[in-house]
């Protein structure tokens, strides 16, 4: 068996996507290109990155697994021997008459193979304080009731996506096997809610696992009244902040190393004294 990695350079991606998934495919291909420029090995980007439009034009706007998104994700990840987090797209179920569909990550390996495919399992909904509805994303999306994992150059990552972020539960059974060395999770983090807890949340699932977190985030405002916070963080195991798109669409880069990783574990044995026969 290969060696694992002992450091990888990873990349997390921000833009704002809107309705118009062609526009939306230009600005994150070039994007992944200035990030693999740069240097970068895992290039990972934000959910729903090729539509953020009307929950009317889902369907139209989404793809089978086996479509030209998924081709073109997976040649991209080959031509430059990267491994591709292709953040989240939308993805038509088969021999279903609902319209609806899901809200899927999929990752691509060195040579363009796919090694995962993650369907989000939280449906985030939000009202305003008048009771508006401002998110229902039950409405257009089907949850999925997989947790993913996948060891890709010797680490073993734990996949999940934006409002996922906020139930422990899912991470503390990505666990179970053994903690995860790295988190991606990419979302669109609404600014109501992202400028108090985005941040807070991602270095408590880095400190709770100690392990490192990869995270693009959308930025901007989509539509009228859809706005993400932006602020696609890369956290190391000890909750520090290595890598931040900031406010505006961009990449961002910092670099993983398994020493760290082992250095903060041996620093502080949490996961040694873990008692789950107590947990159920």
């Given amino acids: 068996m290969a060696q694992p990695l002992e450091k990888i350079r990873a990349a997390v991606i921000s833009i704002t996507a809107t309705?118009?998934?062609?526009?939306?495919?230009?600005?994150?291909?070039?994007?992944?290109?200035?990030?693999?420029?740069?240097?970068?090995?895992?290039?990972?980007?934000?959910?729903m990155f090729s539509f953020h439009g009307p929950y009317n034009e889902l369907w139209e706007n989404a793809e089978f697994e086996n479509g030209p998104l998924n081709d073109r994700l997976s040649n991209f990840a080959s031509?430059?021997?990267?491994?591709?987090?292709?953040?989240?797209?939308?993805?038509?179920?088969?021999?279903?008459?609902?319209?609806?569909?899901?809200?899927?990550?999929?990752?691509?390996?060195?040579?363009?193979?796919?090694?995962?495919?993650?369907?989000?399992?939280h449906l985030f909904?939000?009202?305003?304080?008048?009771?508006?509805?401002?998110?229902?994303?039950?409405?257009?999306?089907?949850?999925?009731n997989d947790l993913v994992t996948v060891a890709i150059d010797g680490w073993k990552v734990g996949l999940a996506t934006c409002y996922d972020l906020r139930?422990?539960?899912?991470f503390s059974a990505l666990s179970m096997s053994g903690p995860p060395d790295c988190l991606v999770i990419p979302a669109a983090f609404t600014h109501q809610t992202g400028m108090y807890h985005w941040e807070l949340l991602l270095r408590a699932r880095a400190v709770e696992n100690i392990c490192y977190v990869v995270a693009p985030n959308q930025v901007g405002v989509h539509s009228p009244g859809k706005q993400s916070y932006g602020h696609g963080l890369v956290v190391d195991p000890w909750g520090t902040v290595l890598a931040d798109t900031g406010h505006l669409e961009g990449v961002a880069m910092a670099a993983m190393a398994l020493e760290r990783m082992k250095i903060c574990r041996g620093q502080l044995p949490a996961l040694d004294n873990k008692r789950p026969e107590i947990y159920r």
């Fill in 125 to 144: 909904n939000l009202k305003d304080q008048a009771g508006k509805t401002l998110y229902c994303e039950s409405d257009g999306y089907l949850s999925g």
């Fill in 19 to 47: 309705g118009d998934k062609k526009q939306n495919l230009e600005k994150i291909f070039t994007r992944a290109e200035e990030a693999v420029k740069d240097g970068a090995s895992w290039v990972s980007l934000p959910e």
């Fill in 79 to 121: 031509r430059h021997g990267v491994v591709l987090f292709a953040g989240s797209v939308g993805e038509r179920p088969e021999n279903s008459t609902s319209g609806k569909i899901y809200n899927t990550q999929y990752v691509f390996g060195r040579r363009g193979e796919k090694l995962a495919k993650y369907r989000k399992t």
């Fill in 167 to 170: 139930f422990t539960d899912l």
